[in-house]
């Protein structure tokens, strides 16, 4: 297996990849052109030549980036490659000095393996105003906020008050 950063002819096998995972839920679903857009957020596990293991690392701010479209391929489950894509988005979390690293999930035993821990979804408003909102499960949610324990502080979480101000967020509370 090698780790690497994906590269736009790697967009078809990454978009098929999510796909399968998106339709009952599991995974939000993300079209061709999304996953072509922000193909540099995206890393991929190969082997034999195949991509058998995707996942993204989407950054908000020097505050908070976010681990999505976590996927390996059904043949390739509980071989190690999930934990090769995450511990490689850590890696580049680190790179760009990122406060602080989140992600939503059904699954929270797997990424509390990799050192995520549960925690509060208002404390992540820049994810409720990328995706929440939009969501049909809106208010019946089954995802558990997790937070990357090593480098996550709640203040950290917290944009810079003058970017605050430019960008005009809204905090939730
Ligand atoms: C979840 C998923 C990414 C795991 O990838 P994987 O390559 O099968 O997992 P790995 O082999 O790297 O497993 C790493 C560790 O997590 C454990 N693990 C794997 N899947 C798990 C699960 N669903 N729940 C809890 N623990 C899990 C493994 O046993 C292993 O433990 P160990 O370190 O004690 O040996 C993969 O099964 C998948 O693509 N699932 C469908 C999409 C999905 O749910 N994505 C995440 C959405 S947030």
Redesign the pocket.
Known sequence: MRTRRAMLPDAEAIHRLIAQ?SGDG??LPRSFADVCENIRDFVVVESGGSVI?CGALHIYGPHLCEV?S???SPR??????????VRSLIRDARRHNIGSIC?????P???E??GFAPGRREDLPDKIFKDCLACPRLHCCD?VPMLYARVSMPDAIKMPQPLLARHELVTLR
């Not at 390739?76 to 894509?85: E, H, K, L, M, T």
């Not at 992600?103 to 699954?107: D, E, Y």
């Open positions: 995972y599991t995974l293991a999505r976590i996927a390996v390739a489950r509980r071989q190690g490659a999930g934990r090769r894509v992600l939503f999930t059904r699954i035993a797997f990424f393996r990799l995802e």
